[in-house]
């Protein structure tokens, strides 16, 4: 009767730890992740609000992605200048 209580326990403890936590922190991730480009969008909208010229609103919003999607200076200003 102690014993299934014991291995009860250790099994709860161990799945929560190996398995429900790094689930809860890869759901958690992938949420921050989604919204990134929402900050951006927003960030860019606030600097023009403010007055900011475009490229340097742009350059706000470009300040927020992660750095490995984050496109260089000169990347965006050619897409930039490439719609006009």
């Given at each position: ?66 750095s ?17």
């Amino acid at each position: 009767m102690i014993g299934s209580a014991l291995v009860g326990t250790f099994l709860g403890i161990f799945l929560a730890y190996a398995v429900a936590e790094p689930f809860a922190g890869l759901l958690e991730q992938k949420g921050e992740d989604g919204t990134k480009e929402l900050q951006c969008i927003k960030s860019t909208l606030l600097a023009s609000m403010q007055g900011y010229a475009p490229m340097t609103a742009i350059e706000f919003g470009r300040k927020v992605l992660f750095s490995a999607e984050r496109p260089s200076f000169n990347e965006l200003e050619g897409h930039v200048k490439g719609k006009k």
